[in-house]
């Protein structure tokens, strides 16, 4: 008779934290997160998360995107795995979530999208 076996170790993500920023800029004339400065949004956080000593293996990745689908509250990211949306307007807000969330982990109420916003 065997003995029962023990389940393998819950495996850590790579990455403790993981944002996402839409960078989507539709041509049809339809609002787009790339009109309202995603880029630089992405940009400054990216910046301030290496600056931070929060970027690499175990700590936060800064990754581009396309459309998430939430063109309403635009421009937005969102983190994972908490599955946090944001919606931000300027290197202030990107400032906040980098220290609030990526680095300590409290979720920045003030800038949560709202959860009707869609496209």
């Known amino acids: 008779m065997s003995e029962p076996s ?12 993981h944002i996402f920023f839409c960078l989507n800029e539709r041509t049809n004339g339809e609002d787009s997160c790339a009109h ?12 301030q998360v290496k600056a ?18 939430r063109c309403a509250g635009g421009p937005v990211a969102v983190v994972y795995p908490e599955g946090t949306w944001y919606t931000y307007v300027d290197a202030a807000d990107i400032d906040e979530i980098v220290e609030s969330h990526l680095k300590n982990g409290q979720v920045v109420e003030r800038l949560v999208t709202p959860a009707e916003l869609g496209r």
């Open 6 to 17: 023990t389940p393998p170790a819950a495996v850590p993500g790579y990455y403790q934290r």
């Open 36 to 47: 309202h400065n995603a880029q630089a949004g992405f940009d400054r956080c990216k910046a």
């Open 52 to 69: 931070a000593g929060l970027a690499g293996a175990g700590k936060v990745r800064v990754n581009k995107a396309g459309c998430l689908d």
